[in-house]
């Protein structure tokens, strides 16, 4: 019997004996801040018959099956917790912090940075590209996976903005 990425088992045909497990980030996993700013995503998710799993820095991961998975105090999961996943969402949120990508803040807002949502969402995505478990990335999670996998990014678009107006810059009237 064959086994997919979550070690779900599948018959010949690949169908699998249970729903697929699809963890997602959120900065917190409180309850009220999951219900205000994750809720969409998970309903969705529920609607399109997945299991879903929040994936916070500040709060256990709590699978399905009993198994809990506790932040560290940068706020990582163990990697074991994507043993169990079969797929990852990295959500949508704040700027990642430059230092990732090798700038300084140079006009980023640190009001929007969350340091333990970066290390957890950014150590998950290297992990999950390393096994190669199906990425899905809602805006700041496509900064994310594009950080994860090695590359750059421009922190605002005012502190890069050509300064005199000329043909090629009317993109910035």
Known sequence: M???HGGIPEDANGSS???PLIGVTSRSGELIWVQKN?????DLLTTLQAQVVVLSPDRPARLPDGSRYEPDRRGRLPEEVLDHLDGLVLAGGGDVHPRYFGQELAGADPERIDPARDELELTLARQALERDLPLFGICRGCQVLNVAAGGGMVSTLTATAPRSRTRSSTLWR
Do not use: A, E, K
Not at 38 to 42: A, I
């Open 2 to 4: 064959n086994t997919n």
């Open 17 to 19: 004996s249970r729903l």
């Open 38 to 42: 994750t809720r969409n995503y998970m």
